[in-house]
């Protein structure tokens, strides 16, 4: 939670001055190859044909939705992108039901009614017919949600298998192909920009995988339904941040839909 609160506010940070989905591949590139040497080093062992198919089919996800994830931030204010973003986890908790058989009670179902709401709230703008920026922002934030959290069910297979070393690694690689192609696209308007923030781009990398990991090695010995809400919890780090040090201010409605999206989010940790 802490990692990716960080690294969203990060992020924010560095995508109004470069590309954001070069952004996205160099971070998460030069962030991966800590894990290369983790698992070149204790899981050399061959995944079967199944656990690699898997592995690197949900890298082509995670490549769509961290693409549309920063090219969101890029376009939006962290403080209600991160927020919508955050509700994959109302869906990986249904796949979880639906797919994996865990049990939701009430309280759980009410706090899933709570981060709707929110959402709801968060994504209101009255600023006339035209779409702009920000709108779109948010509906490419709630559509990588719906796929991020459609993708966690991936990931726990991946993840629950005897090589998950070597399963997360071939996540990773999958993901940085897929991203390589639109990353290269237009990348020389900005090259002068990257060569400045290559450093930023290394710490957000080495952040970010990190945090992924942590959650990665959570879904392999816990429930989907426990352990993502914990972890998409981090918008309340984002939003702090956000509003401390890029002073970011939203309408006190967003405020409300904010507030009903983390504390949803935290209530369904604590219950679960």
Same mark, same amino acid.
């Given at each position: 939670?802490?990692? &990716?609160?960080?690294?969203?506010?990060?992020? =924010?940070?560095m995508?109004?001055?470069?590309?954001?989905? &070069?952004?996205?591949?160099?971070?998460?590139?030069?962030? +991966?190859?800590l894990?290369?040497?983790?698992?070149?080093?204790?899981?050399?062992?061959?995944?079967?044909?199944? /656990?690699?198919?898997? #592995?690197?089919?949900?890298?082509?996800?995670?490549g769509?939705?961290?693409?549309?994830?920063y090219?969101? /931030?890029?376009m939006? =204010?962290?403080? *209600?992108?991160?927020?919508?973003?955050?509700?994959?986890?109302?869906? #990986?908790?249904?796949? +979880?039901? /639906?797919?994996?058989?865990? +049990?939701?009670?009430?309280?759980?179902?009410?706090?899933?009614?709570?981060?709707?709401?929110?959402?709801?709230l968060?994504?209101?703008?009255?600023?006339?017919? =035209?779409?702009?920026p920000?709108?779109?922002?948010?509906?490419?934030?709630?559509?990588?949600?719906?796929?991020?959290?459609?993708?966690?069910?991936?990931?726990?297979? $991946?993840?629950?298998?005897?090589?998950?070393?070597?399963? &997360?690694? *071939?996540?990773?690689?999958?993901?940085?192909?897929? @991203?390589?192609?639109?990353?290269?696209?237009?990348?020389?308007?900005?090259?002068i920009?990257?060569?400045?923030n290559?450093?930023? @781009?290394?710490?957000?990398?080495?952040?970010? $995988?990190?945090? &992924?990991? #942590?959650?990665?090695?959570? /879904?392999?010995?816990?429930?989907?339904?426990?352990?993502?809400?914990?972890?998409?919890?981090?918008?309340?780090?984002?939003?702090?941040?956000?509003h401390?040090?890029?002073?970011e201010? $939203?309408?006190?409605?967003?405020?409300?839909?904010?507030?009903?999206?983390?504390?949803?989010?935290? *209530?369904?940790?604590?219950?679960?």
């Open positions: 939670m802490l990692g &990716f609160g960080v690294a969203d506010f990060t992020a =924010k940070t995508l109004t001055r470069t590309n954001a989905i &070069f952004t996205a591949f160099i971070s998460q590139s030069i962030g +991966s190859l894990y290369l040497g983790a698992a070149l080093a204790y899981d050399r062992a061959y995944p079967s044909a199944s /656990l690699a198919g898997l #592995a690197l089919f949900s890298g082509v996800i995670s769509v939705v961290i693409c549309a994830y090219l969101a /931030l890029s939006g =204010k962290a403080s *209600l992108v991160a927020p919508i973003f955050s509700c994959l986890t109302v869906v #990986a908790v249904a796949l +979880s039901i /639906l797919i994996l058989r865990e +049990s939701l009670t009430p309280l759980q179902l009410s706090s899933i009614v709570i981060v709707f709401v929110g959402i709801m968060v994504a209101f703008e009255r600023e006339g017919r =035209k779409i702009s920000r709108k779109l922002s948010l509906a490419l934030a709630l559509s990588a949600s719906i796929l991020g959290g459609a993708n966690l069910i991936l990931q726990k297979w $991946v993840a629950e298998s005897g090589h998950y070393l070597m399963g &997360f690694l *071939l996540t990773r690689i999958s993901m940085s192909a897929s @991203m390589t192609p639109l990353a290269m696209h237009g990348q020389e308007t900005h090259s920009r990257v060569q400045g290559l450093f930023k @781009m290394a710490l957000l990398g080495l952040i970010d $995988v990190s945090a &992924f990991f #942590a959650w990665y090695l959570g /879904l392999r010995i816990g429930q989907v339904s426990i352990v993502t809400p914990i972890a998409t919890s981090s918008p309340a780090v984002t939003v702090l941040l956000a401390v040090f890029l002073r201010r $939203v309408r006190s409605y967003q405020q409300i839909g904010i507030i009903a999206i983390i504390f949803g989010i935290v *209530l369904l940790s604590a219950i679960s």
